[in-house]
Nanobody, 126 residues
């Protein structure tokens, strides 16, 4: 059974860092596209970043460029989201999701994604 599990969320002060993990089971991430999304109450789900594990290409929302970095560890079957210089507006529930095996840039539209994790809360506050 395909499953994605996020971890690493928590409470951090503005300017701090967190690293989120997205661990996969039931399938190998080696060639899959994985996306990171976030959602706050009353708002729709926003695409944050994605990585095409087949090509290594990545994509970032303008709001996180230069601060967030997506990476993979195929040996651990895990994708990471390193978040630096965190701001209060980064507060949200963060989700990872898979979009199958793709041959182009990873998509930022959530409709392209199939299986989703349960989410992990990130709170940036002093």
């Amino acid at each position: 059974q395909l499953q994605l599990v996020e971890s690493g969320g928590g409470l951090v002060q503005p300017g701090g860092s967190l690293r989120l993990s997205c661990a996969a089971s039931g399938f190998s991430l080696d060639y899959y596209t994985i996306g990171w999304f976030r959602q706050t109450p009353g708002k729709g789900r926003e695409g944050v970043s994605c990585i095409n594990n087949r090509s290594g290409s990545t994509n970032y929302a303008d709001s996180v460029k230069g601060r967030f970095t997506v990476s993979r560890d195929n040996a651990k079957n895990t994708v990471y989201l390193q978040m630096n210089s965190l701001k209060p507006e980064d507060t949200a529930v963060y989700y990872c999701a898979e979009a199958g095996i793709r041959y182009g840039p990873c998509p930022t539209n959530q409709l392209a994604y199939n299986y989703w994790g349960q989410g992990t809360q990130v709170t940036v506050s002093s």
